[in-house]
């Protein structure tokens, strides 16, 4: 449980589990106490709820690009979802197409993170344009990967291209690289 903040407000953070039910029993209790007293905590519930339902729609318009557990990916397949997986070995390559029939990609970066204690990851497109950057990943080390989703919609328009993810471990001196990924992206034919 985080410190709360002022005037006994449960901290925003402990908002968030309670709103994703991850708090467990006894803060559960404590904050539904609070919320039953509290106008600016709803407030804060009720603007959860609504970023809730625009990641819920980015996501389901394939415009979300995250890092994701690979729990989320199980969870996404056991609701009906068809989930495209690439697994790449660290400084390896894949081929990879979407399906008009994909409703997620996922690329499972293979790298070993013992003793890592954050990572940036940093992706180029053979395109062009700007190196697009995810900083302080959510990661496991005992997995032994990092699990990228795609933004599905962008991959369908665009053509043949590479996209070459790096993967760096950040310590308060410096950042090096651990890892580099090659996606090599085909377009799925069209009928």
Not at 91 to 112: F, I, K
Request: charged share 25%; aromatic share 6%.
């Amino acid at each position: 449980m985080s410190t709360p903040t002022s005037r006994n407000h449960p901290a925003f953070t402990d908002l968030l589990d309670y709103w994703f039910g991850d708090t467990d029993d006894a803060t559960t209790e404590r904050i539904d106490a609070h919320l039953f007293a509290c106008d600016a905590c709803g407030a804060q519930i009720d603007r959860l709820a609504g970023m809730a339902r625009a990641l819920r729609d980015a996501f389901a318009a394939g415009q979300l690009s995250a890092v994701v557990s690979p729990d989320f990916v199980e969870r996404l397949v056991e609701q009906g979802l068809r989930v495209r997986e690439y697994r790449v070995q660290r400084n390896g390559s894949v081929n990879c197409s979407v399906g008009a029939d994909d409703d997620v990609v996922v690329g499972r970066l293979q790298l070993p993170l013992d003793g890592v204690q954050r990572l940036d990851v940093a992706s180029d497109l053979s395109l062009g344009g700007d190196t697009h950057w995810l900083r302080d990943i959510p990661f496991d080390a005992s997995r032994g990967e990092i699990v990228l989703m795609a933004r599905i919609a962008e991959l369908r328009g665009r053509p043949a291209h590479e996209m070459h993810v790096r993967v760096l471990s950040v310590d308060a001196q410096q950042a090096h690289e651990i890892g580099r990924f090659t996606f090599r992206h085909t377009p799925a034919a069209t009928s």
